[in-house]
């Protein structure tokens, strides 16, 4: 029998629950490209980052989730990032995708405010 890819990746464990540490650091691990290329794309532009923003926000529902996710891997391939690997399976998992997205969106804000930070200092 396989082992489900969630457990083997520490995703989930093995009762069933989420090990949100390690959603934490998948999370981590791919957000500040995606921010850093968005914020180099748009040349800074806060009006561009903010419609992303409230589109991510809009769709971070139970019923759009999955299609943020999707999204999200689309968006990094089309801006040439390699998308992890260890995060793909996460979308099969509404709780894990949750955090995941909770997460996500969290360090996106962290990031492009690092940026902004640095372009006014």
């Not at 989420?18 to 532009?45: H, M, Q, R, Y």
């Not at 299609?67 to 996460?90: C, H, K, T």
């Not at 998992?93 to 962290?110: M, T």
Request: overall charge negative.
């Amino acid at each position: 029998m396989q082992e489900n890819p969630l457990i083997a990746k520490g995703i989930i464990q093995q009762d069933g629950e989420i090990c949100k540490d390690k959603i934490n650091l998948v999370s981590g691990a791919i957000t500040p490209p995606f921010a850093e290329t968005i914020w180099t794309f748009t040349g800074g532009d806060m009006d561009t980052i903010n419609r992303l923003t409230h589109i991510f926000l809009d769709m971070n529902t139970e019923q759009d989730r999955e299609q943020l996710f999707n999204l999200i891997r689309v968006i990094y391939g089309l801006m040439g990032l390699q998308f992890s690997d260890e995060a793909v399976p996460i979308a099969s998992h509404p709780q894990a995708l949750e955090y995941f997205v909770f997460s996500f969106l969290a360090d996106f804000g962290e990031v492009i405010q690092e940026l902004r930070d640095e372009e006014i200092a």
